[in-house]
T-cell receptor
Framework: QQQVKQSPQSLIVQKGGISIINCAYENTAFDYFPWYQQFPGKGPALLIAIRPDVSEKKEGRFTISFNKSAKQFSLHIMDSQPGDSATYFCAAMGSYIPTFGRGTSLIVHP | DAMVIQNPRYQVTQFGKPVTLSCSQTLNHNVMYWYQQKSSQAPKLLFHYYDKDFNNEADTPDNFQSRRPNTSFCFLDIRSPGLGDAAMYLC????????????FGPGTRLTVL
């Protein structure tokens, strides 16, 4: 499986702050870039996703920024809330099979 | 509610003792996946099915096998679990290859003593 590098491994943010998680990929054949959110004791669930033909996608407080030339994409969580505390996985898909990053544990302090 | 169900949620086995993990889905999805997730690591794809067509990842150990008797059920068999096989095992589904959203079950936490 092609590698997807995700950073940071853990992130602590105050309520109301901005959380930023970064991912980088190698394979230019990847054509779909989802982010999954995982709460303790639950499986990952799709949060937001982007295709490489756009540079940004926003859904509520969550935004993906995509830089095709740099082969990087990032998740921005605006006005972070304690309920956003979870593990976030980026992924890159090629041939309809996702390759996941290692995950970022986000803690939002009240 | 349509969902992906995994049983058991926690499984303890002894070194070398075969174990079977199960996954069922009410989504009627064609594709089912098994992932292994170790602490602080990315979920690692073990294999996936498109209907009954089985696709094994090249680096999946022979110790891991899978069965999909029908659309709804999929099993992961670990023939001789080693200490290194202790992990969370995640089952996921997607409608077909042109539907890129994966729906995950809650996972089975496997402990090997």
């Amino acid at each position: 499986q092609q590698q997807v590098k995700q950073s940071p491994q853990s992130l602590i943010v105050q309520k109301g702050g901005i959380s930023i998680i970064n991912c980088a990929y190698e394979n230019t054949a990847f054509d779909y870039f989802p982010w999954y959110q995982q709460f303790p004791g639950k499986g990952p669930a799709l949060l937001i996703a982007i295709r490489p033909d756009v540079s940004e996608k926003k859904e509520g407080r969550f935004t993906i920024s995509f830089n095709k030339s740099a082969k990087q994409f990032s998740l921005h969580i605006m006005d972070s809330q304690p309920g956003d505390s979870a593990t976030y996985f980026c992924a890159a898909m090629g041939s309809y099979i996702p390759t996941f990053g290692r995950g970022t544990s986000l803690i939002v302090h009240p | 509610d349509a969902m992906v169900i995994q049983n058991p949620r926690y499984q303890v086995t002894q070194f070398g003792k075969p174990v079977t993990l199960s996954c069922s889905q009410t989504l009627n999805h064609n594709v089912m996946y098994w992932y292994q997730q170790k602490s602080s690591q990315a979920p690692k794809l073990l294999f996936h099915y498109y209907d009954k067509d089985f696709n094994n990842e090249a680096d999946t150990p022979d110790n891991f096998q899978s069965r999909r008797p029908n659309t709804s059920f999929c099993f992961l068999d670990i023939r001789s679990p080693g200490l290194g096989d202790a992990a969370m095992y995640l089952c996921a589904t997607s409608r077909s290859y042109d539907r890129v959203v994966l729906y995950f079950g809650p996972g089975t936490r496997l402990t090997v003593l």
